[in-house]
């Protein structure tokens, strides 16, 4: 069966501090990976991608990496802010439609002053 | 904003009633879909669309009816639910429905059933 894992379920970090989200997957075979950024009391929003032949990718102070071998995946957050206080959550999909999606269950991170 | 609008926001009903949940889309985008979200567990898909065209039902039970007039328009019509059926209903778009394609969602509709 298909499954997506993200650990921790929730974190608290102080501003400024960085943190590493992770998402183990066994989705197999496998087409690529998102990372989606939930805030509260609104819909999730694609922060990356990663296709197989990818290892690292940023946006701005967010950098997910792959490894396809070990079927992992990290969101590292730099230089956190308030605004990044929101639930992440990893997304894995198989071949096949865009329906074929394995979601994880989130890690809610809270960042305070 | 996503580009995709869903109302309303938030909705109480008691489990005698009958509401729907609109979804509209303004990204030209011909996939939409129902996502039903509840606490500490993952999104369920429950319907796909493509092309105006039902393409994936998710065993969803028969009290949650869909209707896609067109491409651009998704509603979700719900009679005689249970209180399980209580979570965020999330509405979502992609291009064309293809392999991994980038879902935009909307806000959610947060349903409480009584």
């Known amino acids: 069966k298909n499954q997506v894992e993200q650990s921790p379920q929730s974190l608290i970090i102080l501003e400024g501090k960085n943190c590493t989200l992770q998402?183990?997957?066994?989705?197999?075979?496998?087409?690529?990976l998102r990372w989606y950024k939930q805030d509260t009391g609104r819909g999730p929003v694609s922060l990356t991608i990663?296709?197989?032949?990818?290892n690292t990718k940023s946006n701005g102070r967010y950098t997910a990496t792959l490894d396809a071998d070990t079927k992992q995946s990290s969101l590292h957050i730099t230089a956190s802010q308030l605004s990044d206080s929101a639930s992440y959550i990893c997304?894995?999909?198989?071949?096949?439609?865009?329906?074929?999606?394995?979601f994880g269950t989130g890690t809610r991170l809270q960042v305070t002053l | 904003e996503t580009g995709v609008t869903q109302t309303p926001r938030h909705l109480v009903m008691g489990m005698t009633n009958k509401k729907s949940l609109k979804c509209e889309q303004h990204?030209?985008?011909?996939?939409m879909y129902w996502y039903k979200q509840s606490a500490k567990k993952p999104l369920e898909l429950m319907f796909v669309?493509?092309?105006?065209?039902?393409?994936e039902n998710n065993s969803v039970p028969s009290r949650f009816s869909p209707e896609c007039p067109n491409s651009s328009h998704l509603f979700l019509h719900l009679h005689t639910l249970q209180p399980e059926d209580s979570a965020l209903y999330l509405c979502?778009?992609?291009?064309?429905?293809?392999?991994?394609?980038?879902?935009?969602f909307g806000s959610g509709t947060q349903l409480s059933v009584l």
């Open positions: 990663m296709t197989f032949s990818e």
């Open positions: 979502a778009s992609s291009q064309d429905g293809g392999r991994g394609e980038k879902l935009f």
């Open positions: 990204l030209g985008h011909n996939a």
């Open positions: 998402c183990n997957y066994t989705v197999s075979p496998f087409s690529n």
């Open positions: 997304v894995v999909s198989g071949p096949g439609t865009a329906s074929k999606l394995t």
């Open positions: 669309y493509n092309f105006k065209e039902q393409t």
